[in-house]
């Protein structure tokens, strides 16, 4: 690994002067005079080798026997780079000067000096080569920085700068290094080349100079990502100790000599050296892990894997010391340079676990009310589908559950393609085009909404038609023809019903064959089941109740509901006997779906609601014409916060879902930016326990109850043996009660005739897109461990022998 040279913190201070070296005195020197008992003490200070041309060397006068003397003499030198201060004392004789000591102040900390000045008594000691003679004493220096200006940023130390942040800012970082995260995740991480390419050097040398100043300088959209990436990077390397200690570095090193080492033993040595690492690094280095970890996760749009972001970051965090830097051969330190690769990518893949993930709370994440203290909800990932083209907006979100216990999440834009992203990790895995070689015109093949119909069927609704499209054999089934707005399913009824103009289409995914029925002055921009014969839906400023047919041969209206000021464009079943609605001024109403009375109109907090998307059982996200999302309390129609600044523009969809591989509920939100943001709540990585799942379900839907039981079976499960592959026994564990209800059988299950939905489909292979590999596009979904096969109406789970050890997160 090459030596990173801080050649910026000398030049800072170089700019900003010159060093007044200041000899004040000495006490309590070796006597050197044995007749007199005394000595006649004078000093040489000398800043740079005696070979080099850039030496500077002062000599104090003499005090006449004296061993406390005093020179109050003051000497002015120009920084001499990576070169240590040397003050000896020597006793003056008629014939030759005898030493009595020497202090060497080191490069390091004449860097500082800028930012923090030197006075401190030395203690004398003899030289390397001289170690017999007898010294004794100290001797007192004042070292400071005169002329010019002090940097106020680069080669600053971090708790100098910190202690500097303090009295305007309570971030746990340098402002610098969360404006820099900000930027990156909100406008620069699907920027090709990211941090790899140079930026202009005269714009990134002249903002540099302004933040070394002091100045306020603000990143926007229209900044040079490559020129922040630059700006972060040089501030890295100028700080007088890497993050992880120069000190450390053959210890670091040593970890990784083997690449095929056991991982457990490996985080066991990385969490026992962290402990050595100072604790305002660790969490600076939090906060640039988990920037790299959404870089990384964006590689298929930026072409920055976790090999890429490893070359050009790892060498800002841990360099080689000088002295071993002039000793190894050029051969080992390729060696070291593997190792360092090795060593970053444990570190990224990990930090997690191994940092304290709360110390890179972004911004972003959540703003509860004044006066709660509430935290529901953090910020995952932010994932970008393509890099620019601002036409391809993204549009709508549906999650897809497959058989083989895999989550999918697939968006659609506004030109007719279809993005799908794994759930763990969050990536972009494959890019669907529906519309190859039609020439239609590029609004007609926005895909407005999106519903899954089961592992492999989407219903996708365009401007002119609806598409029913199996998405991994990647062709389309049939469409129907019509303008509709809006879809809508009772859990897993066979029939989902589709509102549109003055229309309401009920469309049989047995048959595939749609019953269309003409509802007069109804324009359904919103419509919400909530049971098989009874749909809600929206009509200008009114709510509409509907009385279909089980199989969706005929419907009616039964009654109109009153209360809002302007149009009506979301629904939400928030319970099984409350349904709420929202309009354009951002009014929402609580109805009830017995008495078809108002319960509550709830306090506005937004100019417009597009969509309502219930998270659990306990509280309801609302978006509209603004990047935010909020958050409401179904029992109490309480306002609860809102989550803040993840997309650069409005939200138009999102959906949400119980993560079966991360034990959390997760809301994925897109936009017309390109991006989708991923949310988490729940409990964290660190505690997915049995207990903790149970807690959860009382929270969670019908439709992720299933994913549920599908991650506590794996829990309950152990894995086969390494030897015979036979299962080996498990022991005893009571079946939660809370999954005991009985859940309705499948679509599959129920059908009579086997449909395109129920025929079996090959199974997918590869990784899926993991986040470090160079090429995901051409892998497949992943593919996760096969969920038991549910029963129409299971008693229980299956009961184990005893509760299986807790799962450690080395093993995760």
Not at 102 to 131: C, F, M, N, Y
Not at 432 to 448: H, N, S, T, V, Y
Not at 700 to 709: E, I, N
Request: glycine letters at 4%.
């Amino acid at each position: 690994m090459s030596r990173v040279t801080r050649s910026s913190s000398v030049r800072d201070i170089s700019r900003a002067g010159r060093l007044n070296i200041t000899v004040l005195a000495g006490r309590n020197l070796a006597v050197r005079d044995k007749k007199k008992g005394s000595s006649d003490p004078y000093c040489v200070v000398r800043l740079g080798t005696g070979k080099s041309k850039k030496e500077q060397k002062a000599t104090t006068r003499v005090v006449k026997e004296c061993l406390n003397p005093e020179w109050l003499e003051t000497f002015q030198f120009v920084p001499c780079p990576d070169h240590d201060l040397e003050v000896r004392v020597f006793d003056k004789d008629f014939m030759k000067s005898e030493s009595m000591g020497h202090a060497v102040i080191t490069a390091k900390q004449l860097a500082d000096v800028g930012v923090r000045p030197i006075d401190e008594w030395l203690k004398l000691r003899p030289r390397s080569d001289k170690k017999e003679e007898v010294v004794s004493g100290e001797v007192h220096i004042k070292i400071e920085q005169v002329g010019g200006k002090t940097s106020k940023l680069y080669g600053v130390p971090l708790d100098v700068l910190m202690e500097w942040q303090a009295t305007t800012s309570k971030l746990p970082v340098p402002e610098f290094l969360r404006q820099c995260t900000i930027f990156t995740v909100m406008y620069s991480v699907a920027t090709e080349g990211l941090w790899r390419l140079a930026s202009d050097a005269a714009t990134t040398e002249k903002v540099r100079e302004q933040l070394n100043e002091g100045e306020e300088v603000k990143f926007t959209r229209h900044s040079d990502p490559n020129m922040v990436g630059d700006l972060l990077k040089s501030w890295l390397r100028s700080l007088p100790t890497p993050l992880l200690l120069d000190e450390l570095y053959l210890k670091w090193l040593d970890i990784f000599t083997q690449e095929d080492r056991d991982e457990d033993a490996v985080l066991m040595e990385v969490r026992a050296l962290l402990k050595q690492v100072p604790a305002l690094n660790k969490v600076v280095l939090t906060e640039l892990l988990c920037l790299a970890h959404h870089v990384a996760a964006n590689h298929t749009v930026n072409k920055m894997t976790l090999a890429n972001l490893g070359i050009v970051l790892m060498p800002n965090l841990l360099w080689a010391p000088k002295e071993y830097v002039d000793t190894v051969d050029p051969l080992s330190m390729m060696a070291n340079e593997t190792r360092s690769q090795r060593l970053w990518s444990f570190l990224v893949r990990h930090w997690r676990i191994l940092f304290d993930e709360a110390d890179a709370a972004l911004p972003w994440q959540f703003e509860p009310m004044p006066g709660k203290n509430y935290h529901p909800m953090e910020f995952d990932t932010k994932l970008f589908a393509v890099r620019k083209t601002s036409e391809r907006a993204l549009m709508s979100l549906q999650m897809i559950r497959q058989k083989d216990g895999g989550q999918v999440v697939v968006s659609g834009d506004k030109v007719g393609n279809v993005y799908v992203f794994s759930a763990d990790p969050p990536a972009l895995v494959d890019c669907l085009w529906l519309f190859p070689g039609e020439r239609a015109p590029a609004q007609d093949k926005a895909i407005l909404r999106m519903l899954n119909c089961d592992d492999r069927i989407l219903l996708l609704a365009t401007p002119s038609q609806v598409l029913i499209y199996d998405w991994k054999n990647k062709r389309t089934i049939k469409s129907i023809e019509g303008v509709f707005f809006a879809f809508t399913r009772f859990e897993d009824e066979p029939i989902v019903h589709m509102g549109g103009h003055q229309t309401l289409a009920c469309l049989n995914l047995h048959t595939f064959e749609a019953h269309r029925h003409k509802l007069p002055e109804l324009e359904l921009t919103a419509v919400q089941a909530v049971s098989p014969t009874q749909v809600w839906g929206s009509a200008n400023n009114e709510v509409v109740i509907l009385d279909v047919a089980a199989d969706g041969s005929s419907a009616k209206e039964v009654q109109r509901l009153s209360g809002h000021e302007s149009h009506v464009l979301a629904l939400c079943s928030v319970t099984s006997s409350e349904v709420w609605s929202a309009d354009v001024n951002g009014d929402i109403i609580a109805w009830d779906t017995r008495s078809f009375a108002q319960i509550a109109k709830i306090e506005k907090k937004t100019n417009k609601v597009s969509h309502l998307l219930k998270m659990g059982s306990a509280h309801v996200l609302s978006n509209g014409w603004e990047a935010a999302l909020h958050m409401w309390n179904v029992k109490s129609h309480e306002f609860v916060g809102t989550v803040k600044g993840s997309h650069d523009d409005s939200v138009s969809d999102m959906v949400g879902f119980f993560n079966t591989s991360r034990g959390k509920y997760q809301v994925w939100s897109c936009s017309p930016d390109r991006s989708l943001c991923v949310w988490s709540s729940a409990v964290s990585d660190a505690h997915v326990t049995l207990e903790s799942l149970i807690d959860q379900a009382a929270q969670l839907s019908l439709d992720d109850l299933r994913s549920l039981q599908a991650h506590i079976t794996r829990l309950l499960v152990p894995p086969p043996d390494p030897v015979s592959g036979v299962a080996l026994p498990v022991a005893s564990a009571s079946s939660p009660s809370c999954l005991r209800r009985a859940l309705p059988p499948p679509l599959s299950a129920r059908a009579e005739n086997p449909s395109p939905l129920s025929m079996s489909t090959p199974a997918h292979s590869g990784n899926g897109g993991d986040l470090y590999t160079s090429n995901p596009l051409a892998a497949s979904v992943p593919v996760r461990p096969r969920p038991p096969k549910l029963s129409p109406r299971p008693p229980s789970l299956p009961t184990p022998q005893q509760a299986p050890p807790r799962p450690t997160r080395g093993n995760a």
